[in-house]
């Protein structure tokens, strides 16, 4: 398993919100260990039985966490991450959708200066099924095991885990990196953390139309990977010049296409699936190698 | 949102950006108001690129000849793009042409400068252009680098470096997706002049800066009423020309879900993903405008509820169906609160497929039947 464990002290920033406080309630069902959430003004106040701070700095000093998962509204985000890294996060799984780039750009500058982990924004978190659900993935739908995944995707994600779940195939840890164009952790961050996860066997890339990320990941994985990957790229029958729901899915000027991706794996010597039941088939397949090896 | 020429130039001169005086014209008849001398450039306003290769920009002798190009050019569609206006400006006589954008990198996750000592040029084909990071927070020796990095010198190097500087301050208080000059100009008087403009203003921003309020609304012209619809909704269509409504949430399932459907020999007739946290009302809204597609014979939605709460989604297929008892759905229905919803839809009637490939295979199946033959 990467980045969390049973071990994870979680904040909620923004927990006392629609969604902020939905899913903290969620995330205390499924055992994550959330131990505080913050909403400036309401300090001293409990939600879902933790405790409310007021600023990230309190609740981290309170509670020894150094992880926080962020809810808050689109144009507080750069400032909720920025007073998280300040208070010496070293994971922030940002949630929200609709940060204007500019703003992701600031935050991403700052968690590189400081040598932090951000997942997001506009992405549906991380798990580690069975120990610790940090986001908005639907915990029922993951079970622990020898997959570890890296997705573009929210729901395409849940699609994938349901498909390798249902074949009797768990996760090590699932990571949905988000479909902004400017987001912390891409591809290759996760995938060198895979690389060297004990419990990971098999990895399974989802991605998707527009941009390169993809290209670099199948170069990455080729230079540096030793265990099987198996990837899925959604859009495949994309028009291009269409924003395809993800602010970063768009074919333009030609790049970006599903084809480019799908080449660019399989020149690396990695298998691409066509359908989502297909990537449960080939790392079923992949997983009998590992064992024979 | 891609912005006109004119509002671009107009917020280039807001920002201390020359622009050629000019004059923006809507009937072929207001160029007699026009006092720009002759031979004037009569430029298409479109949302959309390749006006010049298209033939968008004409050149006028005189009143005649202008009012001639002008009722031609006022009807001209390009790449889907309807022609709002026609901006006027005076023929320069040009010494030199470059190229300066500032965008978003999204493989170094900053925002960069674009620069070439050529302008007027398709940059995508183009070898001879510099690509800088920019620094955050900015600094105004940034823009002597760039203009020193493309080879200018002398008073040029000066003026560029504060354009690029102007450009750059404009990106980021204005939250922009792209601002670019192309081509930049320096006239046989030593002028330096944006001969074109182009900004791409970021939709996610737009509720922050008071300056574009409304403009949603006037851009709007290249798009369906669906889309219009969809907008003001907050949904992501895509209208495309087979016949299966798709309706899932997420952008990633939804273009998965229409890649199946493809596969299985289905013809997606639009793409449309309600987004994350969808409640009753909005997913309502989407199924009514997926419904509204004539083309549509059958609606698949395939929804994977994480920050979707499927019991709203339920709630709003059980209203929809009361509206609509004739239309055809195939519907897939799983996450959270899966069990309320599954309850809900039982004492409805509706039957849900549990697997996506089996949801989508009765959806193809059902598309190749004439609608209205039942559910």
Same mark, same amino acid.
């Given at each position: 398993m990467i980045l969390i464990n049973k071990d994870t002290k979680v904040i909620v920033q923004g927990a006392t919100g629609k969604m902020g406080s939905a899913h903290t309630k969620r995330m205390i069902a499924y =055992?994550? &260990?959330?131990v505080g959430g913050v909403t400036p003004g309401k300090g001293g106040t409990k939600i879902e039985g933790i405790p409310v701070f007021d600023t990230v700095k309190e609740a981290f000093q309170a509670t020894g966490a150094t992880t926080s998962v962020i809810f808050v509204p689109p144009f507080l985000a750069l400032d909720a991450g920025s007073e998280a890294l300040d208070a010496g996060a070293e994971l922030i799984v940002l949630i929200t959708e609709g940060i204007p780039p500019q703003d992701a750009a600031k935050l991403v500058a700052q968690v590189k200066a400081k040598g932090a982990k951000l997942i997001g924004p506009n992405c549906p978190g991380v798990i580690t099924p069975g120990e610790c659900l940090i986001g908005i993935l639907p915990g029922s739908i993951f079970k622990s095991g020898p997959v570890g995944m890296v997705s573009r995707s929210g729901t395409l994600t849940y699609e994938i885990a349901l498909a390798l779940t249902e074949s009797g195939l768990g996760q090590s840890t699932c990571v949905g990196v988000g479909g902004d164009p400017i987001k912390g952790m891409g591809y290759e961050e996760a995938l060198s953390l895979f690389k060297d996860d004990a419990k990971t066997e098999v990895i399974v890339l989802i991605g998707e139309i527009g941009g390169t990320a993809e290209e670099e990941a199948a170069a990455y994985i080729k230079a540096n990977v030793k265990k099987p990957v198996v990837a899925y790229i959604a859009g495949q029958t994309a028009p291009p !010049? &269409?924003? %395809? =729901?993800?602010? !970063?899915?768009i074919i333009s000027g030609g790049k970006g296409t599903a084809q480019s991706k799908i080449e660019a794996f399989e020149k690396a010597g990695i298998k691409v699936a066509k359908t989502p039941s297909e990537v449960a088939k080939f790392v079923a397949e992949a997983s009998k190698q590992v064992a024979r090896a | 949102m891609n912005l006109y020429e004119w509002e671009a130039k107009k917020i280039f001169q807001e920002h201390g950006i020359p622009v050629p005086p000019s004059h923006r014209i809507t009937? /072929?008849?207001?160029?007699? &108001?026009?006092? #720009? !001398?002759? /031979?004037l450039t009569l430029k298409v306003q479109v949302q959309s690129g390749g006006r010049g290769k298209a033939g968008g920009i004409q050149f006028a002798q005189d009143l005649k000849d202008g009012e001639t190009k002008a009722k031609d050019l006022l009807k001209m569609v390009i790449n889907g793009s309807k022609t709002e206006s026609l901006l006027i400006e005076p023929r320069l006589k040009i010494a030199r042409e470059i190229y300066l954008s500032v965008t978003l990198d999204r493989s170094r996750g900053c925002a960069i400068f674009i620069a070439s000592?050529? @302008? @007027?040029?398709e940059i995508e084909s183009s070898t001879n252009v510099v690509t800088m990071p920019i620094p955050y927070p900015y600094h105004d020796y940034v823009g002597r680098d760039l203009a020193k990095q493309i080879g200018l010198t002398g008073t040029l190097l000066n003026k560029f470096a504060d354009l690029a500087n102007k450009l750059y301050r404009l990106f980021e208080s204005k939250d922009l997706e792209l601002a670019e000059i192309n081509p930049l100009i320096v006239t046989d008087g030593d002028e330096v002049l944006a001969l074109d403009g182009k900004i791409t203003i970021c939709d996610d921003a737009l509720g922050r800066h008071k300056c574009f309020a409304g403009w949603q609304e006037t851009h %709007? #012209?290249? #798009?369906?009423d669906r889309e219009k619809r969809s907008k003001r909704a907050g949904l992501n269509l895509v209208e495309l020309d087979g016949n299966i409504g798709i309706l899932c949430n997420g952008a990633g399932l939804t273009m998965a879900t229409m890649d199946l459907v493809k596969a299985f020999g289905g013809q997606p007739g639009n793409f449309l993903d309600a987004g994350g946290g969808s409640d009753t009302e909005k997913t309502l809204e989407a199924l009514e405008i997926v419904h509204d597609? /004539? &083309?549509?014979d059958v609606i698949l939605v395939n929804i994977l509820g994480g920050i979707t709460a499927c019991d709203e989604v339920a709630q709003a297929l059980v209203a929809f169906m009361k509206r609509h008892p004739e239309r055809k759905l195939v519907v897939r229905l799983r996450g959270n609160n899966q069990d309320v919803a599954e309850k809900m839809l039982a004492e409805s009637g509706l039957k849900l497929y549990p697997e996506l490939e089996a949801a989508v295979k009765q959806a193809v199946e059902q598309s190749k039947v004439p609608a209205g033959a039942g559910r």
């Open positions: =055992g994550t &260990k959330v !010049g &269409k924003r %395809m =729901g993800h602010a !970063g899915a | 009937k /072929p008849e207001e160029l007699r &108001k026009v006092h #720009l !001398g002759y /031979p000592a050529e @302008g @007027g040029i %709007m #012209l290249d #798009l369906s597609n /004539p &083309k549509c």
